[in-house]
């Protein structure tokens, strides 16, 4: 079996829309008064975000899910899975705006038209993924830094597999090697450059 590394773009927008329910008191009271209570929609959520990382990849000992903004719900995340660990890559927010509007990411709140805004909105996202991080802590959340990991693979790529309790394995410095062949991609990543980088 492999392991599956897709971005569904789902969960984070699950997570968002629980955090907006029951930050809006009238929707908190709705949803008390239809009887789905905290208990009951953590409880559908958790089986919904479980459902969506199971199935949406082939079988795999370890289910990964690819979002970076779901961290920015990252202690939530833990109360759901206590087991869940993440990945906090960090890029550089001028190359990551630049990635978003040239790959057309539409991602809510973010103008494509803009470079300025993109990078305000990317650096706000970022600063508060980089909090949930810090309070999750150093069992919990790893912090890598993209250019560095693009430089030094070996290195960061030892502390990963570190993290997550996997072995070293030399094939993972040719993860280019794997692509349709044990590791899927969107169609829209197969197009990019960064591809076979």
């Not at 990252?74 to 705006?97: C, E, H, Q, S, W």
């Not at 070293?168 to 090697?177: A, I, T």
Request: positive net charge; contains cysteine.
């Amino acid at each position: 079996m492999k392991d599956i590394l897709l971005e569904t773009r789902v969960i984070p927008r699950l997570l968002q829309l629980r955090f907006h329910w029951l930050k809006s008191e009238k929707e908190s009271l709705r949803l008390e008064e239809a009887g789905i209570t905290k208990a009951v929609l953590d409880s559908a959520i958790a089986a919904f975000t479980l459902e969506i990382i199971v199935k949406h990849g082939e079988p795999a000992p370890r289910l990964c899910n690819k979002d970076p903004l779901t961290i920015k719900m990252g202690t939530y995340v833990v109360d759901l899975f206590p087991n869940a660990k993440f990945i906090f890559m960090v890029r550089d927010g001028r190359a990551t705006a630049h990635s978003i509007i040239t790959r057309k990411v539409t991602i809510t709140g973010f103008d494509l038209t803009s470079y300025r805004q993109c990078l305000k909105k990317w650096n706000s996202a970022v600063e508060a993924m980089n909090n949930q991080c810090k309070e999750l802590g150093p069992k919990r959340c790893l912090k890598v830094p993209y250019e560095q990991l693009v430089l030094h693979p070996r290195r960061w790529m030892e502390k990963v597999l570190g993290f997550l309790d996997i072995p070293w394995n030399e094939s993972v410095l040719h993860h280019h090697d794997f692509i349709n062949n044990g590791v899927s991609l969107s169609k829209e990543w197969i197009r990019t450059k960064q591809l076979g980088q």
